[in-house]
């Protein structure tokens, strides 16, 4: 006689450990394997695009910080840029250089984090993880240099960045440069032709070049697909235009794909940074506009290359201290609406692993 | 062969295995934190301060309530002596716009990170309290203190005139 079965519904999260903050996934099982997943959000929800509308523009820099909060500096930096485009001023040349540096470094920590959760989902538990978190301790003692913050930066205004580098800054600066690479090189050591790793990544959750576009993805899950768009090469804002490095882009598109895709991508942000210390410029790092700005009215939309793809800010304004409507692309929001193609027909064990190769930060989606 | 990556991954962690920690024990070491640091324990001088309420104009969530007389020899430039000056530091995300604000340069971040309280109201640092503290002012948006701010001991106290403009 034929056992009867029937699918179930599982609640993954809110809080669950792997789910990198409150989100919830109703997954439809068949045994062990996946027959439908809906994502559930809105438990970080605090209303940031409301509350911007009754801040002045200087006062929404603080908001910035608490989307991504592993990468406040990007968030602050995308909010500048957008503002910058409805005055249609531009930050001094030096402004423009430390912008970028302090971009880069984020990325890098964005990067190390995203990297060492997705081990610790995969059962690497602990040991890359610390690795990781000992480079970006150095990059936060960075940021506490430059801005006196850990976390929340709110370290660039409109017209420039609020302070001048402090004199120890690029001596700090350039003794991690010299030792980051060999640590790079031992994640790759440590990790790279790891044959569990291999197993468990390759071929899974594989996303086609057509539907990540489809769905609008981007940054590296979208690069790891093997679509070559990055807004530092295709929109160049700052001082991009002006630098060389590459686009790592991936083969096929799955699991491995994209962490390869992440580790790879330091190395080039370590090379702009590079970069940028060679060329800084002496002079002003702040323009003079008024405490209170008041933009002309009509609106703009102004797009960075944030560690998790393309962070937008679409500002409306009616002439006054206070947006009239501030809307945030996030991008980690947008890289989940691929979760349901990449995981239908795996098992639950892959669904965490895929979850984490995502590098989603709820502060984020939930805004 | 199979097994290699592995054992490639173990030869990084071993080394690891017999080198000294990177972490430290927290309360007994303390690691030192920078010049600009922004934390607890708000810089206030009185004599500076002309209460004009920039800074309560300022702070994006409203917790610095300020309430003014009249007092024509209160201090230098100013009409107006402070009765209130509250800072709910319970809310307070240490964004340093305040002292952004600040065009007489009285107030400062400070450089402190512990001060727990078993209650909210605790946490309000009231005029009585600004006055008598010890006076730690960061060097953040005060580039004049980047070399004195990463000296202090406990006993420091700065004087406006050390503290500079």
Known sequence: ?????????????????????????????????????????????????????????????????????????????????????????????????????????????????????????????????????????????????????????????????????????????RQFCDDFPHRIDEYEKLLR?????????????????????????????????????????????????????????????DTYDRFLVRLEELRQSLKIINQCVKDMPIGETRLKLPALIRPPKGDAYGHVEAPKGELGFYIVSDGTIAPYRLKIRAPSFINLTALREMTVGYKLADLIVVFGSIDVNMGEVDR | MYGLGLLKGLSVTIRYAFKKPFTVQYPETKLKTQPRYRGYEFVWYEDRCTGCASCAKYCPLGIIKIVTKRAPEANIGGKYALDIFDIDTGRCMFCALCVEACPYDALFMGVNYERASYTRGGLVVHIDELRNAKKMPSAFLRPNLEVQAGKYTEESSLNPNEAGR
């Open chain 1, 1 to 173: 006689m034929p056992i009867k079965t029937s699918p179930i519904i599982v609640n993954i999260g809110p809080h669950h450990p792997s789910t990198h903050g409150v989100f919830r996934m109703r997954v439809m099982f068949d045994g062990e394997n996946i027959i439908d997943l809906e994502p559930v959000f809105g438990y970080l929800h605090r209303g940031t695009e409301k509350l911007a509308e009754e801040r002045t523009y200087a006062q929404i820099i603080t908001l910035t910080d608490r989307l991504d909060y592993l990468a406040s500096m990007s968030n602050n930096l995308a909010y500048v840029v957008s503002v910058e485009k409805l005055l249609g001023v531009k930050a001094p040349e030096r402004a423009m250089y430390i912008r970028v540096i302090m971009a880069e470094l984020m990325r890098i920590a964005s990067h190390l984090i995203g990297l060492g959760s997705f081990l610790n989902d995969l059962g690497a538990l602990a040991t890359p993880w610390m690795y990781m978190f000992r480079e970006r301790e150095k990059i936060l003692d960075l940021c506490e240099m430059v801005c006196g913050a850990r976390i929340t930066y709110s370290y660039m205004r409109v017209g420039g960045v609020s302070m001048d580098l402090p004199p120890e800054f690029m001596g700090a600066l």
């Open chain 1, 193 to 253: 032709e790891n044959e569990i790793l291999i197993s468990r990544t390759k071929g899974v959750a594989v996303l086609s070049a057509e539907t990540a576009k489809n769905n609008s993805l981007s940054g590296p899950v979208l690069r790891a697909s093997g679509v070559n768009w990055d807004l530092r090469k295709s929109d160049p804002y700052e001082i991009y235009d002006r630098l060389d490095f590459e686009v790592p882009i991936g083969q096929t598109g």
